[in-house]
């Protein structure tokens, strides 16, 4: 391996870990030891996780009415049980039944938004068969941003990243090609040798400072 990618691999390795730690990585830095293609990598993943929160915020209609009838059927749900824990029977088997008909049109409604659209699917936590959806508030799908603790953050959450997420994936990506010899001393270019050579510099002239 040449000499600059041996001194890039080495750095990419210590970015890796300190972003493993949680500590915060500068995308100065990164730009400067991911060279241009790799750094304009890393912005583009970024930008499109900043697409989907923007997406996350902008719920269809549909979804929103599903979830004011889950909120029901669940509220209906809830006044049962408290019901039948005070030892109120009758009165908790007339919510439990009413309750059940609210998931029940909650389960048809459901199959048709998702008929209609089946894009649809990626807001919610879950995408089994229909059938095998329940009449309580735990077996139904959950809206991916609730924040219900019957919440299986599937859906659209499966690819949501944080910004230190996006960064390792790239570091950790170069380092590979790196570490298989797909990036040569030829292969990089004349802008990353100055930024590392200038990054060398800073080195060497804070290690004589300190």
């Known amino acids: 391996m040449a000499h600059e990618a041996k001194i890039r691999l080495h750095k990419l390795q210590q970015i890796a870990e300190q972003l493993k730690r ?21 912005e583009e ?20 009415e599903y979830e004011a009838r889950l909120r029901a ?32 049109r909650l389960n048809v409604y459901l199959q048709e938004i998702l008929a209609a659209d089946v894009g649809l ?15 309580t508030p735990g077996t139904v799908p959950i809206v991916v941003t609730s924040r219900s603790m019957h919440n299986n953050s599937g859906g ?30 030829d292969e990089l270019d004349d802008v990353q040798k100055v930024q590392l050579g200038g990054f060398l510099k800073q080195q060497d002239d804070d290690d004589y400072l300190a």
């Open 22 to 42: 949680g500590e915060i990585v500068q995308n100065r830095t990164l730009q400067a030891w991911l060279g241009e293609a790799a750094y304009a990598a890393y």
């Open 45 to 64: 993943a970024w930008s499109e996780q900043q697409e989907l929160r923007a997406e996350l915020k902008e719920k269809p209609d549909a979804v929103r």
């Open 73 to 104: 059927a669940t509220l209906i749900y809830n006044k049962g049980e408290v019901a039948s824990l005070r030892g109120k029977g009758e009165l908790a088997r007339k919510l439990m039944n009413e309750a059940d008909g609210h998931f029940e």
């Open 121 to 135: 699917g990626v807001w919610f936590d879950r995408n089994e068969d229909v059938s095998t959806y329940g009449l």
């Open 156 to 185: 659209l959450l499966t690819r949501k990243r944080t910004k230190r997420d996006v960064k390792l994936d790239t570091v950790e990506h170069a380092i590979n090609d790196l570490e298989r010899g797909a990036i040569g001393e």
